[in-house]
């Protein structure tokens, strides 16, 4: 069994450890053969002497680092380098030695023990530990390897015991009377004060609920928990008068809602406390009989009829007293007043249910020695119905008879309306009126249910005789006093087919011999109107295009002039026009819109270019309607354009004849002859009254 070698690890000697030996039986001890190992820390930690095949490990080895190493052997021929046998393998275990000590995975260990625990790993030494005394425990473990025999090694590690709470300690009040206050006026839920009763538990186990078991004021306060402070909230549960008691006595109790029953022998887990609350007097305001008020009037009573009255008082002690108004805002049309000292509502204005059936004010009671203290009640007052308005039709009624009617033929039914609202209902009566009911052509048939019948009483009717008839009809309620109304049906007499559906209602015109009828009347008063009509729509067309047109002449506009028949402003009006330019074309400014008419869009202003000196007449002429031809703010018609010109000078300069009574010399004229036959007029007039200076 050469392919298992044992090896102890910590080897501490100074030489190599011998491990085992290798042999061949092809090994004649010749030094023929050589052996060669390989594998896991061969050449390293495990070498073999070639020659004689002993194993030997070179360093000291650790079981609980590497337990095994597998390994492997060949025996070959030393010259020829060929192995003799095939490779073996063999491992090489690490036998173990007590060279480690025992360690705790952790140095501290921490632990939690409930207190009054039973027997466990770890054990108590002390009965029934109680956390509240102390909390924290250390405590030091040693473990010992070779079941603690001579030569074992050791170690130890720090357990820290922490004991948990359990609910072993009942909530216990620090004091067992508490005093509070607090005013009279304070409303439901306001808080009066905080109680607290400790427990030496924790948690959970430390939770305390409040509760009134008994007392006095047991329906008018109310305890709840704070559940971050654990304490006891007593509040105000229902309104406080200090006029009926001052004075609250409650028992308030605090218990533990966790319970362990393990720890029920150690007593009830609660405690109670009793709590005094003292009501301070506060000045209220006045308070009312009741908290609204339904008064009734008849709506036809009159002005300063009393409708009630409110009561109101001082809830104080002091019994001060009170004075009532009422609040305008409810009451805008000032329709009810109030005695200020007995409360007694009547009348300022006449009623009218029909307009509003329900008032709804505001009566104030304030105490006269403190304005400050005021309360306010709500009054409703119905005003009920008397039987003050008639009955009328529901609607206009316009109904039509056919002119081949039969007797007791009904051609319209008839209902009614009335304002009141009588409490047995309405009940309606239609009949004709009496100065209608003897000559009438209609009868009226009432049917009980608040509907009438209008029925046909003879055969037949003419619309040429008679085509519109107004039938008076009268209707009256039951209620008291009777109220009744007159209301007019028109019936109209028309043309029918045979199933009585209405065709004509007009009558057609007939023709007497004495004269028109009745249709031709109307057809030519009709046509004299629309004649009328006429002539004033012509009249006003005329009016309309009396005014002058701008060309008049309807020959080729473009030989018109356009004339405008607009005013100028005189010497003053130096806008119309640059009178400058006249005189010099030079002279030239940038141009101004058009005066004559309204632009409809803004161009920029044409700049007109002055005119070259010894210009002809008509080059200027022409350059002057190609200016006007291309300018986009002229108007759209053809229109006359003035352009005046002033030349430079004149061979024979100036012709006027004013500068001449200056001059005290004479004047010499002979030039004028030398101007041609034109000027000799002229030269003979002046040449003459030279040669009569002369004789």
């Given at each position: 069994m050469w392919n298992q070698f044992f090896l102890l690890e910590e080897?501490?000697?100074?030489?190599?450890?011998?491990?085992?030996?290798?042999?061949?039986?092809?090994?004649?001890?010749?030094?023929?053969?050589?052996?060669?190992?390989?594998?896991?820390?061969?050449?390293?930690?495990?070498?073999?002497?070639?020659?004689?095949?002993?194993?030997?490990?070179?360093?000291?080895?650790?079981?609980?680092?590497?337990?095994?190493?597998?390994?492997?052997?060949?025996?070959?021929?030393?010259?020829?380098?060929?192995?003799?046998?095939?490779?073996?393998?063999?491992?090489?275990?690490?036998?173990?030695?007590?060279?480690?000590?025992?360690?705790?995975?952790?140095?501290?260990?921490?632990?939690?023990?409930?207190?009054?625990?039973?027997?466990?790993?770890?054990?108590?030494?002390?009965?029934?530990?109680?956390?509240?005394?102390?909390?924290?425990?250390?405590?030091?473990?040693?473990?010992?390897?070779?079941?603690?025999?001579?030569?074992?090694?050791?170690?130890?590690?720090?357990?820290?015991?922490?004991?948990?709470?359990?609910?072993?300690?009942?909530?216990?009040?620090?004091?067992?009377?508490?005093?509070?206050?607090?005013?009279?006026?304070?409303?439901?839920?306001?808080?009066?004060?905080?109680?607290?009763?400790?427990?030496?538990?924790?948690?959970?186990?430390?939770?305390?609920?409040?509760?009134?078991?008994?007392?006095?004021?047991?329906?008018?306060?109310?305890?709840?928990?704070?559940?971050?402070?654990?304490?006891?909230?007593?509040?105000?549960?229902?309104?406080?008068?200090?006029?009926?008691?001052?004075?609250?006595?409650?028992?308030?109790?605090?218990?533990?809602?966790?319970?362990?029953?393990?720890?029920?022998?150690?007593?009830?887990?609660?405690?109670?406390?009793?709590?005094?609350?003292?009501?301070?007097?506060?000045?209220?305001?006045?308070?009312?009989?009741?908290?609204?008020?339904?008064?009734?009037?008849?709506?036809?009573?009159?002005?300063?009829?009393?409708?009630?009255?409110?009561?109101?008082?001082?809830?104080?002690?002091?019994?001060?007293?009170?004075?009532?108004?009422?609040?305008?805002?409810?009451?805008?049309?000032?329709?009810?007043?109030?005695?200020?000292?007995?409360?007694?509502?009547?009348?300022?204005?006449?009623?009218?249910?029909?307009?509003?059936?329900?008032?709804?004010?505001?009566?104030?009671?304030?105490?006269?020695?403190?304005?400050?203290?005021?309360?306010?009640?709500?009054?409703?007052?119905?005003?009920?119905?008397?039987?003050?308005?008639?009955?009328?039709?529901?609607?206009?009624?316009?109904?039509f008879v056919c002119e081949k009617a039969k007797a007791d033929q009904l051609i319209q039914t008839l209902r009614a309306v009335d304002k009141d609202d009588p409490y047995s209902g309405h009940q309606f009566s239609f009949s004709l009126a009496p100065e209608a009911a003897s000559g009438s052509n209609f009868t009226i048939q009432d049917n009980k249910d608040n509907t009438a019948g209008i029925l046909t009483r003879k055969n037949g009717y003419n619309r040429h005789e008679m085509s519109t008839y107004l039938l008076p009809v009268v209707i009256s309620d039951n209620d008291y006093p009777v109220q009744s109304s007159t209301g007019t049906v028109t019936v109209r007499v028309c043309a029918c087919d045979h199933q009585g559906n209405m065709q004509s209602c007009h009558a057609e015109a007939l023709v007497h011999p004495t004269g028109l009828s009745t249709g031709a009347l109307v057809a030519i008063l009709l046509c004299i109107v629309t004649l009328l009509v006429t002539v004033v729509l012509f009249a006003a067309l005329r009016r309309q295009r009396k005014k002058e047109p701008l060309i008049i002449s309807k020959e080729d506009i473009r030989d018109n002039i356009v004339s405008y028949n607009d005013e100028g402003g005189g010497e003053e009006d130096t806008q119309a026009f640059d009178i400058g330019t006249l005189r010099n074309p030079e002279a030239i400014e940038d141009s101004k819109l058009r005066r004559d008419i309204v632009p409809e869009a803004l161009f920029l202003p044409r700049r007109t270019p002055a005119a070259c000196d010894n210009t002809d007449v008509r080059d200027f002429i022409n350059q002057r309607l190609k200016e006007n031809d291309t300018d986009p703010t002229a108007p759209p018609y053809d229109s006359l354009a003035t352009f005046a010109y002033e030349g430079t000078g004149s061979v024979a300069d100036s012709l006027s004849s004013l500068e001449s009574v200056t001059t005290d010399g004479d004047q010499d004229y002979e030039y004028l002859s030398d101007w041609g036959p034109r000027f000799k007029k002229l030269a003979d007039m002046y040449g003459g009254v030279d040669s009569d200076k002369d004789s």
């Open positions: 080897y501490t000697g100074s030489d190599y450890q011998y491990v085992g030996k290798l042999h061949s039986d092809q090994d004649r001890g010749d030094g023929s053969l050589k052996y060669i190992l390989s594998g896991d820390g061969a050449g390293d930690l495990f070498i073999i002497n070639e020659n004689t095949g002993d194993i030997q490990a070179t360093k000291r080895l650790d079981r609980e680092e590497k337990p095994v190493y597998i390994l492997r052997a060949q025996a070959i021929n030393r010259k020829t380098g060929r192995p003799v046998e095939p490779e073996s393998e063999f491992i090489i275990k690490i036998h173990d030695i007590n060279d480690n000590e025992p360690i705790f995975t952790k140095e501290v260990y921490t632990a939690t023990v409930p207190e009054m625990s039973d027997v466990g790993i770890i054990k108590t030494a002390l009965l029934n530990m109680d956390r509240e005394n102390r909390e924290q425990y250390q405590v030091v473990i040693q473990a010992k390897d070779m079941g603690g025999q001579m030569g074992g090694l050791s170690g130890t590690t720090t357990v820290n015991i922490t004991l948990t709470d359990v609910n072993d300690n009942p909530p216990r009040f620090p004091q067992s009377t508490y005093q509070f206050k607090t005013p009279e006026s304070s409303p439901p839920g306001t808080p009066i004060g905080r109680i607290k009763a400790s427990d030496a538990d924790l948690g959970e186990n430390a939770e305390i609920e409040y509760s009134i078991t008994e007392g006095e004021g047991l329906d008018m306060f109310d305890v709840i928990t704070d559940q971050e402070t654990q304490e006891g909230i007593i509040t105000v549960k229902k309104l406080l008068d200090f006029e009926k008691k001052k004075v609250y006595s409650l028992k308030v109790e605090a218990s533990n809602p966790h319970i362990e029953p393990r720890f029920l022998y150690l007593g009830p887990f609660k405690d109670s406390a009793t709590v005094k609350i003292m009501v301070e007097d506060v000045d209220e305001p006045p308070v009312f009989s009741k908290l609204a008020y339904i008064l009734q009037i008849r709506e036809d009573a009159q002005i300063n009829t009393t409708v009630g009255s409110v009561t109101a008082q001082d809830p104080d002690a002091a019994r001060n007293p009170v004075k009532y108004s009422v609040d305008r805002h409810t009451d805008m049309d000032r329709i009810f007043n109030i005695d200020s000292g007995n409360g007694s509502i009547f009348t300022s204005k006449l009623l009218d249910r029909e307009t509003l059936l329900w008032h709804n004010i505001t009566v104030i009671a304030t105490e006269i020695n403190n304005p400050k203290q005021s309360s306010r009640v709500p009054l409703y007052i119905k005003v009920l119905d008397v039987n003050d308005n008639p009955p009328e039709f529901a609607e206009f009624y316009e109904t």
